[in-house]
């Protein structure tokens, strides 16, 4: 097992680290620059089947829908279909309406996960189409799917899944890429993404190079005993799966709120014990996050912003976990990285059993 481990205290760490290449493994052989598009053969989909939708909705459960959120967006920004994600372990409980014009897409890392499978049985059922993003190879949901995009994440066996995360976050841009260019995204438009894709792993080497900065950050946000995540947009699903990522390891009382909730309610809840952890990447929203930043301040709220290089906080007291800036429609791939390792290294400074959290199973397979 320690081997296994390849040097590493957890698996983890081992799978943080492991991101640049799993993340290279994942787009090998898929991008295609003279056209601009990702070529997803094992989707079983042709152009104009693939033209055919007028709509996505992705099903996933955790973590998975988190990430299923982040790519319902990139998928409305590259490709304008409407697209969700929805939680899997809801889904066929309120009798879903399964539309033709629909592409179902079901997410997970294992495979293996019971309600997302029974979700896909019931798209079927009703005469639905429907993929699967999965990263175990011949597993029950990859399966049961009509056609589908393997994550080669390689094995993750943390509990607290962080590469298989990144690499589903990735397959949705390529799906988004696909969908987006039988339609309105123009070929530059569709190389413009390509090139930012291929930068990902040596961006994501460059945040995982500020590991002892994140780390000291950790440390001062492990001790409240609840946190803010909060985050618009692409920022939302960011900071929801932060959230997740605190709670599942350093057990700690971890929320997500979209930042422009705040004042209808959790602004309340400021004050010196509870700091906030602020997704404000450098986009559109900036002013507005930032406002939102400066009332929390104002209530004597500590903020860590996970933030882009050229955000200006001003007068602002705000540390800040910086990330390479990548194409809008991919920030959130490169700022869910460092909340992984804030989850981490939080769980570390408490003492915590980091792969084997309490109360959780790595892959749930009983409803
Ligand atoms: C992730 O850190 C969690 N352990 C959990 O939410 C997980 O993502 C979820 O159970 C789905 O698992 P799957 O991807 O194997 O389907």
Do not use: W
């Amino acid at each position: 097992e320690d081997l296994d481990l390849g040097g590493y205290p957890h698996y983890m760490a081992k799978e943080i680290q492991e991101q640049p290449e799993s993340v290279e493994r994942m787009i090998r052989g898929r991008l295609d620059d003279r056209f601009g598009v990702a070529r997803l053969d094992g989707l079983n989909l042709t152009p104009r089947e693939l033209r055919g939708f007028s709509r996505v909705k992705i099903l996933g459960c955790g973590s998975a829908y988190y990430v299923g959120q982040i790519g319902a967006t990139m998928i409305e920004e590259l490709a304008r279909i409407p697209a969700d994600a929805e939680a899997a372990s809801e889904f066929r409980y309120r009798n879903p309406i399964i539309e033709a014009d629909t592409l179902y897409i079901a997410v997970s890392q294992s495979g293996e996960t019971i309600d997302t499978a029974f979700a896909v049985e019931e798209i079927k059922r009703k005469g639905g189409r429907v993929v699967g993003l999965v990263n175990v190879v011949g597993s029950t949901i990859a399966r049961a799917c009509e056609g589908g995009v393997y994550l080669h994440a390689g094995p993750e066996i943390a509990v607290a899944s962080t590469k298989a995360l990144t690499n589903m976050a990735v397959g949705f841009a390529l799906i988004a890429l696909s969908l987006g260019r039988v339609r309105d995204l123009s070929n530059a438009d569709g190389r413009r993404i390509i090139d930012a894709i291929r930068a990902l792993p040596g961006q994501i080497k460059t945040i995982l190079d500020a590991e002892p900065e994140i780390a000291e950050h950790a440390k001062t946000v492990a001790a409240a005993q609840s946190l803010f995540f909060v985050g618009r947009v692409r920022g939302f699903p960011v900071a929801r799966e932060g959230a997740q990522k605190f709670k599942e390891i350093s057990y700690r009382h971890a929320e997500a709120y979209q930042t422009s909730e705040l004042k209808h309610g959790p602004l309340a809840l400021i004050d010196e014990s509870l700091p906030t952890v602020a997704v404000v990447p450098s986009d559109e929203l900036t002013d507005r996050n930032l406002a939102a930043v400066q009332q929390i301040k104002a209530r004597g709220g500590a903020v860590l912003a996970v933030t882009h290089e050229d955000v200006d906080f001003g007068e602002l007291d705000v540390p800040r976990i910086v990330v390479p800036r990548t194409e809008p429609e991919l920030d959130p791939i490169l700022l869910t990285v460092p909340l992984q390792l804030l989850a981490y290294h939080a769980a570390l400074s408490l003492g915590y059993d980091i792969d084997k959290p309490r109360n959780l199973a790595k892959s749930v397979t009983v409803e």
